[in-house]
């Protein structure tokens, strides 16, 4: 089976025309077809074997003389975000089942067909409880894991994190909570300065958990030993630039690192590229360095995120929402909190990314769904539009708004207008 031979005879395909996409480029008259949960077919409309659907019009979109779309759907991969606390009104930090759930579709409505389920420094037997109440949601496939931001962080570099909560390096207690979890845990955020470092990286190479540096005031000597004690596994970095010290010429820092680590092909950079955490020509320069296929798009979102102005919990923390940014509450008079994660749909972060930062739409989907989901190391399901790999597609009109989501090959907001038999 390859791209252009597939599964194109089944009756049962549904077949999707529009802009496609995938592997970093894209197909301005493309075709995909999905039968059951699976693609089965893709590649440029003239060379589908089958009876070829029209091209459909994204809403507000005029037709050529041809009778093509000039502005017709894009089809985009499902994105795949490795760091979010939630949405919808409901943290995964601190929300019940039914809130766990809302938060998780408010996502995957708005194109996010993957997502880790982001926990904060929090004691141990409220990791313990929050990974008892995620486990059946990972387990049941609502979840791709659960990330663990802390609680072995640097104090300095808390961010919006209870700092009362931060405790050394314990691999003990992190062995414990990854045990309970019997799996579902796929990444953590620690301080590469924190103590018994090397012996939480022995823990997690051995349950295959995903390190990432972050919330650190290290050095750039100490960050560069940390990324070397990885020894080229699976390594990010969360939000480069956010919790970290700046990058000064004489004192470079984690940013310098990191970036060195992954222009070498070391080190995958979680950019929270919404034009709060970090600014748009920030954001160009990073892809300008080391490319797309070392950076992975995030969220960072919290609960407020698709919610309207107000205040909102994050773990123990309590945020004010002002005009979309999310800062920790603090008494009136007093000077603005930490920027406490994010309020957007990583839809949104793509959309900004190439309107704002100039990113093209191939490379910023690349960032945004395939390396991602070769950091998590679900590639081989999620990530691009390839024969083979679930059906996880997202319809978009030329303002990257979602116009309808296929999960697993079954539509979430609807598609009946854009799928043909």
Known sequence: MNQLTGSASNNNAQVLRGVVVHGGGQIDDGVVAVTGDRITWVGPAHAWPGPLPPLPASRGS???????????????PGLVDVHCH?????????ADVSGLRA????????????????????PPEVLEQRIRVLSPLVEAGEL????????????????AQDPRTIIPGDPGLLDRLIDLGQGVVSSMTLAPETPRYRELLRVMVRHGVLPSLGHTDATSAVTGAGIAAVGGGRLSATHLFNAMPPMHHRAPGP??????????????????????????????MVFDLVGPGQIALTTDAMAAAGMPDGRYPLGSQQVDVVQGVARLATRLGDTPGFIAGGTARLIDVVRRVVRHAG????????????TPARLLGIDHEVGDLVVGRRADIV??????????VMRGGRWLVGGRDLAAV
């Open 62 to 76: 005029q037709h050529t003389e041809s009778g093509l779309s000039a502005h017709p759907p894009y089809l985009l």
């Open 359 to 370: 990113v093209p739409l191939a490379a910023a989907v690349v960032a945004a769904s395939g």
């Open 103 to 122: 938060a998780i579709q408010h996502h995957r409505r708005h194109g996010t067909t993957s997502l880790l389920g982001s926990l904060v420094s929090a």
């Open 255 to 284: 940013v310098a690192a990191c970036l060195a680590a992954a222009a070498r092909g070391e080190m995958i950079l979680e950019l929270v590229a919404d034009g709060v955490h970090l600014a748009d020509e920030t954001t160009a």
């Open 395 to 404: 319809l978009t009109d030329a303002e990257l708004t979602p116009l309808d």
């Open 144 to 159: 791709a894991g659960i990330h663990l931001e802390g609680p072995f962080l640097a104090t300095a570099q808390c961010g």
């Open 86 to 94: 939630g949405g919808a009104g409901h943290g995964f930090p601190e």
